[in-house]
C-alpha cells in the first residue's frame, strides 16, 4: 500500500513558476514509477512527466520537455515538479500517482505514460496559470 499527497498549487501568470510536491508513505522501499498526470473538466488524466525512483531515470512529455523537471527527494520520500514558462493550457489538477509492480515504467520505456498504468493516486493539487 502507497499513499499519496500533493502539495504546491496556486494560481500564477503565464510565464511564472511553481514547484509541486507529491510526498509517498506505505510500502515504497523498492524503486518504482511516480508519474505526475494533469486533467481539466471534461478530459482525461494526461500524462506529464515521471521518474522511476530506483534509477532516476525521467520521462517528459512533448508538451512540457524543457519547460518542466521532475525530480525526487529519498530521504523525505518525495517526488517534485518544477514547472517553469507556465501557459494558460498548463492549467488544470495535477496528480501524483505510483504503480510498484512495474507495468507502468515499462509503458513509460516506450513512452507511453498512461494513468491506467498506475495504481495509487494522490488527491490532486489545482494549477491555474493566467494570461
Known amino acids: 500500500q502507497v499513499q499519496l499527497a500533493e502539495s504546491g498549487g496556486a494560481s500564477v501568470q503565464a510565464g511564472g513558476s511553481l514547484r509541486l510536491a507529491c510526498l509517498e508513505t506505505?510500502?515504497?522501499?523498492?524503486?518504482?514509477?511516480v508519474g505526475w498526470f494533469r486533467q481539466t473538466p471534461g478530459e482525461e488524466r494526461e500524462g506529464v512527466a515521471a521518474?522511476?525512483?530506483?534509477?532516476?531515470?525521467?520521462f517528459y512529455d512533448d508538451s512540457v520537455q524543457g519547460r518542466f523537471a521532475i525530480s525526487q527527494e529519498k530521504a523525505k520520500n518525495t517526488v517534485y515538479l518544477q514547472m517553469n514558462n507556465l501557459k494558460p493550457e498548463d492549467t488544470g489538477v495535477y496528480y501524483c500517482a505510483a504503480d510498484l509492480n512495474g507495468g507502468a515504467w515499462y509503458m513509460v520505456l516506450g513512452r507511453n505514460l498512461r494513468a491506467a498504468d498506475f495504481r495509487y493516486w494522490g488527491q490532486g493539487t489545482e494549477v491555474i496559470v493566467s494570461s
Open positions: 506505505g510500502n515504497t522501499a523498492r524503486g518504482h514509477a
Open positions: 521518474i522511476h525512483t530506483g534509477s532516476g531515470d525521467t
